[in-house]
């Protein structure tokens, strides 16, 4: 019984299989390049402001 249970799930087995490597593959041929193989160079990320003196933080006194 379980032969039979291997046979039939063998084709999807090959089915998924070839799915995946199907879709591996389109995403390396067809996938959007990383930044740095583009050509543009790497994007600077804007800075953080805060404040710039110690008015903000406010003394706690306990």
Known sequence: MS???FEIAKPFAW???TAFL???ASYF????RPQTLAG????????ASGPS???WN?????
Not at 29 to 32: D, K, R
Not at 40 to 47: E, I, K, L, T
Not at 58 to 62: Q, S
């Open 3 to 5: 032969s039979d249970v």
């Open 15 to 17: 089915m998924a299989l």
């Open 22 to 24: 199907v879709g591996f």
């Open 29 to 32: 041929l067809f996938g959007e």
């Open 40 to 47: 543009d160079g790497w994007v600077q990320p804007a800075a």
């Open 53 to 55: 003196s110690a008015d």
């Open 58 to 62: 406010i003394v706690k006194h306990i």
